[in-house]
């Protein structure tokens, strides 16, 4: 009997969160397709302030990380900084402003808030980190 309760309030939980999930992948599927990965060198400008832009344009497209690979690919080969693509590349994978309405529905407010907010900061100091070790070698 409690195996049918669950089952029940699970695919009810599922049937609320579909439409929001379906809306999170258009979003990130119209950026994706309105902003070419060509204008991002607009925005880089070979500053100190190129990672904390790369992790802010990161954080807002989002998206799998092999779609990352593939555009960081282009960024690298447009004269971009390894320390900006790198922080764009884990501010992808692991921040989502996009996707933030439902995690703060299915998460709560507070901790989605945290969890992007350390997750942005951390993908800058990763960045140093894996800029600065991959120097050494």
């Known amino acids: 009997m409690k195996l049918k309760e669950a089952i029940r309030k699970a695919a009810k939980g599922l049937g609320h969160a579909i439409p929001m999930i379906i809306g999170i992948l258009i979003l990130i599927s119209l950026f994706n397709t309105l902003v070419p990965v060509s204008s991002y060198r607009i925005l880089f400008r070979g500053t100190l302030l190129d990672p904390i832009v790369g992790a802010l344009l990161g954080s807002v497209v989002a998206g799998n990380p092999v779609t990352s690979y593939i555009i960081s690919g282009d960024l690298l080969k447009q004269g971009i900084s390894l320390i900006t693509v790198t922080a764009f590349m884990i501010a992808w994978v692991t921040v989502g402003v996009i996707q ?3 995690e703060i529905q299915f998460l ?3 901790f989605a808030l945290i969890r992007n907010l350390s997750a942005f900061v951390l993908s800058l100091v990763v960045a140093f980190i894996t800029v600065m070790l991959i120097s050494l070698l």
């Open 108 to 110: 709560g407010k507070k």
């Open 100 to 102: 933030l309405p439902a």
